[in-house]
């Protein structure tokens, strides 16, 4: 072993410089030909696995309305995703001019919500069918799929893909419609409070409260977050079961609001009105509205 390394030393000092430049550059190559070499070959791998599930981010413009001009017209192929954080009364509005004012304020939270519950459901069905083709769960999909389980307080995917599912719109419009007077309620106007929802949370309480109770209607920071709240109740609570069962089988706003009659307390006559407007307002059209792509990425 010694022999050899002064073997190579005396080879060393008989090459002239430009020859010792020349390996030099050689041994440098074939260094940079062999690095190439492993990231190409770390490259392909990534290549050929399959992607996971992708999220899409929605780029959600926040605003407040100080007049009737500063909310948003609509346009149901392209909507603005724009969230409003203060509201203002549409009562003073022509009747027409109120309903179309309140459509444009409300739409677009209705379709960010969708858009968002889409995606979750997706990716249930995207990790229940890598659990039937036995592949491997992730450690962050895994515990993704923990937190929806608890959230939705569901015992197994199927049981979640019931939960975590979305109405068509015309039916939340005529909801959010009736609970806010289009957009005139006192509930709506101080608390951004679409549906009429209560709490006995002071946390998230605004100052009207019951008479001779200690529950207070919910105060919400934005739209957004009473549309979130309203699917919250929807998708867990026992009264709607048999509408989530129904909801997997069809979209059909006017066979789905049949099994609504637990979310007031007139029962089949609130029905009956759901129905009736979204019959006369022609609702049905904005359960294709989408969000415009250039706020999605």
Known sequence: MKKNYIKFRIFLR???????????????????????????IKTYRIIKQKPGFVFKKIDIVYKQINRPTDIVPVNCSQVVPVVYTKVISLDSLPVEVKKKKFIDMVLPSILIVNFELKQYREFVKYI???????????????ELIGRL?????????????????????????????????????????????????????????????????????????????SVEDYYHSINLSWAYR????????????????????????????????????????????????????????
């Open 128 to 142: 229940k069918k890598k659990l039937e083709n036995n592949q491997e769960i992730l450690p962050q999909e895994e």
């Open 14 to 40: 008989r090459l002239t410089i430009r020859e010792k430049v020349g390996i030099f550059v050689f041994g440098l190559l074939i260094a940079v030909s062999f690095f190439k070499t492993l990231q190409d």
């Open 149 to 225: 389980l608890e959230k939705y307080k569901a015992d197994g995917l199927n049981e979640l893909l019931t939960k975590l599912n979305t109405n068509p719109v015309s039916i939340v419009l005529a909801q959010a419609a009736i609970e806010s007077g289009w957009g005139s309620s006192r509930f709506f106007v101080q608390a951004n409070n679409l549906f009429g929802v209560w709490t006995f949370n002071k946390k998230h309480a605004s100052k009207i409260k019951a008479k001779k109770s200690d529950v207070y209607l919910k105060a919400y920071p934005d739209i957004l977050k």
């Open 242 to 297: 048999k509408f989530r069962l129904v909801r997997l089988q069809t979209n059909d706003p006017f066979l789905l609001t049949n099994h609504l009659e637990k979310y007031s307390i007139l029962r089949h006559v609130y029905v009956q009105r759901l129905k009736s407007i979204i019959k006369a307002n022609g609702l049905e059209k904005y359960d294709n509205c989408r969000i415009s792509p250039d706020f999605i990425h």
